[in-house]
């Protein structure tokens, strides 16, 4: 916008210094401006661009304004009031003979700065990132629920479970009908053996705060551990749980999900529960063997063997 002003001030400077020169008929027909147009902005000009630029147009007064009399009756409620609410201010106004709406009052306090600054809301500043130093030390695991549209049966519903080493960024998938602690529990065992034949021993499963891997948020069950919990429990590896409504905590499986959505989903179809876990290992191993730019641009498979 004040680009556009400068500009237009540029445009009727020069039409003055013309008219100086050569007058207002010829500065008429070359810049193809009326002569009123002309003397109009003759009459305004004193020699600087400034005084070539548009004007308000607003009335100076309004048959329906404020009154003084209403204007300090508003002053004197909000300074002995400072933090009554809109309503609430407008409320007692009413019953001191003020006839507005709250539209109208809420317009003139904004005029007359009557509204306390809003208290200006501190950066968020991230904690440092816990960098994983060797293989197995912590695994994330999420759940991924596969589209309906990729699905030729109506009624079949398709669950993926993804766990990915934080360190290598080796991942491990798996096809299941149901998204329950019996899934996530046996999803917990095979991932451990499918690691463990790639010789890395999983520590640690961090997870979000889902009912098929904890009663956290259960109203009747918080108490006890689910199957996946005890699962854990057995097999000597720590449950970590990520802050409640935080997924970034869970970032690495979520951003692979995001890239299984891209590269898997979006150009495939499943018939059968079946179907599904065939195509779905094929991917995964194509997604373990792809390069990856914080691994030096080595695939999670190429990175591993250098620590294993």
């Not at 003139?108 to 200006?120: A, D, H, I, T, Y």
């Not at 060797?134 to 479970?161: A, H, M, T």
């Not at 360190?167 to 499918?194: C, G, H, I, M, N």
């Amino acid at each position: 916008m004040s680009k556009s002003i400068t500009q237009d001030m540029a445009y009727r400077q020069s039409l003055m210094k013309y008219v100086e020169k050569h007058g207002v008929k010829r500065a008429s027909r070359k810049y193809n401006k009326s002569q009123s147009y002309i003397y109009f902005w003759k009459k305004r000009w004193d020699g600087t661009p400034e005084s070539l630029a548009c004007r308000s147009r607003r009335p100076h007064h309004h048959p329906n304004q404020h009154t003084e009399a209403e204007l300090k009756l508003i002053r004197d409620m909000r300074r002995r009031n400072p933090k009554l609410g809109m309503m609430e201010l407008w409320h007692r106004l009413r019953q001191r003979g003020y006839t507005r709406r709250p539209e109208s009052l809420f317009r003139v306090m904004r005029k007359l700065g009557l509204f306390s600054p809003k208290e200006k809301k501190q950066a968020y500043r991230p904690k440092p990132y816990e960098q994983m130093t060797y293989p197995g030390q912590r695994v994330q695991v999420d759940v991924k629920v596969v589209p309906r549209r990729c699905i030729s049966d109506p009624e079949l519903r398709l669950f993926q479970y993804t766990a990915i080493d934080e360190f290598t960024r080796l991942r491990f998938l798996a096809a299941y009908p149901e998204q329950s602690t019996y899934s996530s529990a046996d999803f917990l065992k095979r991932l451990v053996k499918w690691y463990a034949r790639r010789g890395i021993r999983v520590e640690c499963v961090q997870t979000d705060n889902g009912f098929e891997f904890t009663n956290r948020f259960s109203s009747s069950k918080r108490d006890l551990p689910t199957l996946f919990e005890s699962t854990a429990a057995q097999l000597c590896i720590r449950h970590k749980l990520i802050r409640p409504y935080t997924p970034r905590h869970n970032g690495k499986v979520e951003r692979s999900h995001r890239e299984d959505q891209k590269r898997f989903y979006s150009c495939h179809r499943f018939y059968s529960l079946d179907d599904f876990a065939k195509q779905l290992a094929i991917h995964n191993r194509r997604s373990n063997n792809f390069p990856m730019r914080p691994l030096g641009w080595l695939s999670p498979s190429e990175f591993t063997v250098q620590y294993v």
